[in-house]
């Protein structure tokens, strides 16, 4: 047999059983990999849901418009590493105090879009006390907290 | 010539030994190499059992996340959690426990130990620890935290009260969530289920009285709350003072005069 011939295939046989031995390696490195997004996925959505509340906290206690039904959407985007959070709320109804509203009942649709997965609607309804005397804060009390395909949900923001 | 000749034959011997050594540089390099790959093989292969298997259990736990949030009230006994899970268009709340050890179990993950705990600080948070140790000792630790998102104060309905209050009346108010009590208790009594407030009538305050009623027992906690806000006025009423009240998370609605419609 030729020498250079000899070497060629031995250097190939040595390659062929390196490639071997990388095959379950990479297989297991893939494996890793998929199963960790899966993980960062839920733990993204799990702090997204978090987040989602807090940001309609924070609209549904600054907000000043009469409560008419009608959606108060256009609010500010929340920007978290994993997405976006896009907020919708309505007031549904109110109990009226002496002077003003006692407790305003509100809905909220967040949209949840994440970088790499499908969008998701956090739905729910919370209820605003508002003090009689104007001096201290005003309270809001989540009462239901849900998470939907956004796209079966119309009121969800696309 | 000569001269030549000798140089020729060193060099070919020169050429054998380098061969030789290259031979056994190689020959080693081809094991060490091989032994390194086993190494990093043997490890991946190892941690697919424990690794994939922990981060299973992680996804296990995340995806109860949801249903949690939702709850009135939880608590945690020998590392199962139960909660009252709110569901609207039902009596208010579905009763729900979470058995991580035999859920990871059926997944096929039972070599992972769980340890569920609340936390110290926040009443709202329930703290899942995850671990496991493989055959030469090393120890795989996650931690998943859930969080109760709502609050279950006993709020007044959507359609608020459902009585004139033009007369002395006695009013059943169904409230969005149970009560367990009238706020503040005193030491003497935890739970108060009678109290006293004012309406206003013109330009009079009058006395009336609040109770709750309604019982429901729930079992897991040993805990009765009450669905149901009575209040008994002797004169008509356009103001009504709605008192505190405690919920089943201890969630303490606001006191607030509401306008009678």
Known sequence: MNPKGLALVTVMGFILILSLLMVPLALGITQFTSSTNVVANKIGMAEARNSAVELVRYYIATSTTACTSEPISGLHEGKLAQGSLTPTISCTSSIPAFNGYAY????????????????????????????????????????HVEDKDAEDEPHCPR | MKVHKH??????????ISMLLLSILMITVAFSGTSVLLAVKNRVDASSNYV????????????????????????????????LEAVTGSDGFTSTSIYFKKELSNAGVSNVTVAVTTSATDPNIVVVSLSTVDKTGRRYENTTILRKLINAAPLLPRDGLPCSFKAPTTCSIPLLFPAVSFFPTTEATSVITTTTGSVFSGST???????????IYYESWNITAYKTLEIATSISASLVQIPKMKGLDSTVSDELWVKVE
């Open chain 1, 104 to 143: 305003r009942y509100w809905d909220f649709y967040v949209t949840y879009k994440p970088t790499n997965a499908a969008s998701v609607c956090f739905t729910g309804s919370a209820v605003e006390y508002l003090p009689v005397d104007y001096t201290t804060s005003t309270v809001v009390y989540f009462t």
């Open chain 2, 7 to 16: 140089i020729q034959g060193m060099t070919l011997l020169e050429v054998v």
């Open chain 2, 52 to 83: 994939l298997a922990m981060n299973k259990a992680q996804a296990l736990v995340l995806s109860k996340g949801e249903s949690f949030a939702n709850s009135a009230t939880f608590n945690v006994t020998n590392n199962v959690i139960n909660y």
């Open chain 2, 205 to 215: 305050f009058s006395t009336a009285t609040y109770s709750l009623t309604g019982p």
